[in-house]
């Protein structure tokens, strides 16, 4: 059963990395849709809840890079901040969610699901932001406390609230459906 249980979550992970390759494809066609939504993160975000902590900073780490690598987009020097924020997504999101799950003892997931993700996502941006301020500080440039602020908070506002609604609307149907690996799901 463990040995399947690897298998189903590396199956899950690879349909996640090819959602997450392809989906800037269909959400980037309207430019301000595509930059609102992050749609890389939503992959990241649901690997952590549907897989756990480990696979969730694999896809997240993995992701931007290889997209970079392949499409070029996000462009190189962006996607190395983006594979920090995006592997404390996936595994913010997969441990704190079973964690938030016995705590808050309830029957509807949802509440921990919230809590799991807002924090995940607030982790995520602030690692991202650290990773960001090292590459601007080995080009010599400076990367000043506002600009943080307003790359990985108020210009993503939007995106974080969109990402409240789907990311769990998608795990929950997940769960619902018997699709999920993580002990809480079962």
Same mark, same amino acid.
């Given at each position: 059963?463990?040995?399947?249980?690897?298998?189903?979550?590396?199956?899950?992970?690879?349909?996640?990395?090819?959602?997450?390759?392809?989906?800037?494809?269909?959400?980037?066609?309207?430019?301000?849709?595509?930059?609102?939504?992050? =749609?890389?993160? *939503?992959?990241? #975000? +649901?690997?952590?809840?549907?897989? $756990?902590?480990?696979? &969730?900073? @694999?896809?997240? !780490?993995?992701?931007?890079?290889?997209?970079?690598?392949?499409?070029?987009?996000?462009?190189?020097?962006?996607?190395?901040?983006?594979?920090?924020?995006?592997?404390?997504?996936?595994?913010?999101?997969?441990?704190?969610?079973?964690?938030?799950?016995?705590?808050?003892?309830?029957?509807?997931?949802? =509440?921990?699901? *919230?809590?799991? #993700? +807002?924090?995940?996502?607030?982790? $995520?941006?602030?690692? &991202?932001? @650290?990773?960001? !301020?090292?590459?601007?500080?080995?080009?010599?440039?400076?990367?000043?406390?506002?600009?943080?602020?307003?790359?990985?908070?108020?210009?993503?506002?939007?995106?974080?609230?969109?990402?409240?609604?789907?990311?769990?609307?998608?795990?929950?149907?997940?769960?619902?459906?018997?699709?999920?690996?993580? =002990?809480?799901?079962?």
């Amino acid at each position: 059963m463990k040995r399947n249980m690897h298998v189903y979550k590396l199956v899950v992970t690879a349909l996640l990395l090819a959602v997450g390759l392809y989906l800037p494809f269909l959400l980037g066609q309207v430019e301000v849709l595509g930059q609102a939504i992050s =749609p890389l993160h *939503i992959p990241a #975000l +649901l690997c952590g809840l549907t897989c $756990g902590p480990f696979w &969730g900073l @694999a896809l997240g !780490a993995v992701l931007p890079v290889m997209r970079s690598l392949i499409f070029g987009m996000p462009p190189m020097p962006a996607a190395i901040p983006m594979a920090f924020e995006m592997a404390v997504y996936g595994a913010a999101a997969g441990l704190l969610y079973p964690l938030f799950v016995r705590i808050l003892k309830k029957a509807n997931h949802l =509440p921990a699901m *919230i809590v799991s #993700l +807002l924090i995940a996502m607030i982790l $995520g941006r602030i690692v &991202g932001g @650290a990773a960001k !301020a090292c590459m601007m500080g080995f080009q010599g440039n400076a990367y000043s406390f506002q600009t943080f602020v307003a790359a990985y908070f108020t210009g993503t506002a939007v995106g974080a609230v969109i990402h409240l609604i789907i990311v769990p609307a998608v795990a929950l149907a997940l769960e619902k459906a018997g699709l999920t690996a993580l =002990p809480v799901h079962r």
